[in-house]
């Protein structure tokens, strides 16, 4: 016995009739009656009283065709679930993120709009430092992970960069060059030079920071290492307490807006600070490959952080000196 045979059954009981059931099938009525004696040779009993005016269901065919129909339904709903798992609306989800990612408004915004889109796909969501979050994802603890720059790229997992912004200066209020400066002042590079500064953990995320101290070794800038810490949000909680200075993503802007000053970076020490997306290559069938699309579709859509942009077009024209004019000779 198949579902074929079971679709047979239905369609002639519901119908009370051969001929009609072969039409509503598509087939021919001999070969339908062939199937119906076949099935009732199967399970040892008739199915239907054949007369005249057409056939009609037995004691035994009336119990077969609710079960035959309970069979048939629950078929449908597993077929219905598995085209809905390939086009990835049904599933679940493991998805990490860095305390950086998430200050920024695209992630919690993605996150909505799967809710949204997608109820059936459930999401597990979990925070950590980027290096752990790269490393699950390799190992398949996690699908994909919100992280700034990569700290490295294992085999399999592709660093998808989803939206760039600048990086800007985090000081404690009262610090000097806080003081001396208004919020769009342009913090020069080698403001860093011998001042206490707070760093990411470098097996935590030694990406933006490993970057802040290339570039301050390029220029001859020394700043004094006074604490390392494994996430952003640690660091700007140690500068709200007067520590040091750090640089963070500009979208964490106004964390401890009481006790902390936020400055853009001068020209020529241009500092991205990017929104990463880490997932495995192999795996973008079913709800991951739905929620990558997803992301893209919103990062797409985004200003592309607007506001950080126009800090960096502010900070390069304070910082680029002006030509002085001379007066026209004397004739």
């Not at 065709?65 to 597993?78: H, I, K, P, Y």
């Not at 964490?252 to 020209?267: D, T």
């Not at 929620?291 to 985004?302: C, K, W």
């Amino acid at each position: 016995m198949d579902i074929r045979h079971l679709r047979y059954f239905v369609a002639v009981a519901e119908e009370g009739h051969m001929t009609r059931a072969a039409g509503r099938l598509g087939i021919q009525q001999p070969p339908l009656s062939r199937q119906i004696r076949e099935l009732e040779e199967r399970v040892g009993t008739p199915l239907f009283l054949r007369h005249p005016k057409g056939v009609e269901p037995t004691r035994a065919g009336s119990l077969f065709l609710a079960e035959a129909r309970r069979v048939l339904e629950a078929m449908d709903a597993m077929e219905d679930r598995l085209v809905r798992i390939a086009r990835g609306e049904l599933g679940s989800l493991a998805i990490g993120f860095t305390s950086s990612a998430a200050a920024h408004a695209f992630t919690p915004e993605v996150l909505r709009e799967c809710r949204s889109r997608f109820p059936e796909i459930a999401l597990a969501i979990s925070e950590n430092n980027a290096s752990e979050l790269t490393e699950a994802v390799a190992e398949k603890r996690l699908d994909c992970a919100f992280l700034r720059v990569p700290v490295s790229r294992p085999t399999g997992v592709r660093m998808e960069t989803l939206l760039t912004e600048p990086a800007i200066v985090a000081l404690p209020l009262h610090h000097p060059l806080a003081e001396r400066a208004s919020d769009d002042t342009p913090f020069r590079l080698k403001d860093f030079d011998g001042q206490d500064t707070i760093l990411a953990r470098r097996p935590g995320a030694p990406g933006l920071y490993g970057n802040l101290l290339a570039l301050c070794a390029r220029h001859r800038v020394q700043p004094r290492i006074v604490a390392e810490v494994d996430r952003m949000m640690t660091n700007l909680n140690l500068v709200a307490a007067g520590i040091g200075i750090t640089v963070v993503p500009a979208s964490m802007r106004g964390a401890h807006a009481h006790a902390i000053r936020y400055r853009p970076l001068a020209s020529p020490a241009p500092l991205d600070a990017p929104l990463t997306l880490a997932y495995r290559d192999d795996d973008l069938a079913g709800p991951l490959g739905t929620f990558v699309a997803l992301a893209r579709e919103i990062a797409a859509r985004q200003p592309d952080a607007a506001e950080g942009r126009a800090l960096n077009r502010a900070a390069r024209a304070r910082s680029t000196p002006r030509p002085t004019r001379r007066p026209p000779p004397r004739r």
